[in-house]
Nanobody, 123 residues
Framework: VQLQASGGGLVQAGGSLRLSCIASGSIVSFVVMGWYRQTPGKQHEWVATVTSGGTASYADSVKGRFTISKDNAKNTVYLQMNSLKPEDTAVYYC??????????????????WGQGTLVTVSS
């Protein structure tokens, strides 16, 4: 299964973007799917995850501003980003794994990754 992220772009602070992650196969087989972001010289930062049952979790830095959701029929996971801040600027990646793990925020546990989409928030 391959993941393809899209939807990034340039937006002013306070604006919104919606990222999409389309899987080449069914996402029903994924126990958890998530979004990470990365800035130059830093490791992947966990942003949000959603389980197969629809339970969402968020990093404190985005809680209340970002919403993760999924559409099994479209094999797509979304990240709606509102009230964007310059510090949200990063390359955003979607990721997925088929087996549950307690530490689902750690990037090293994810097997499937999209290619990344750049989000730039200007002040």
């Amino acid at each position: 299964v391959q993941l393809q992220a899209s939807g990034g772009g340039l937006v002013q602070a306070g604006g919104s973007l919606r990222l999409s992650c389309i899987a080449s196969g069914s996402i029903v087989s994924f126990v958890v799917m998530g979004w990470y972001r990365q800035t130059p010289g830093k490791q992947h930062e966990w942003v949000a995850t959603v389980t197969s049952g629809g339970t969402a979790s968020y990093a404190d830095s985005v809680k209340g501003r970002f919403t993760i959701s999924k559409d099994n029929a479209k094999n797509t996971v979304y990240l709606q980003m509102n009230s964007l801040k310059p510090e949200d600027t990063a390359v955003y990646y979607c990721a997925a794994r088929m087996h549950w793990i307690t530490d689902y925020t750690a990037a090293r546990h994810y097997v499937y990754w999209g290619q990344g989409t750049l989000v730039t928030v200007s002040s």
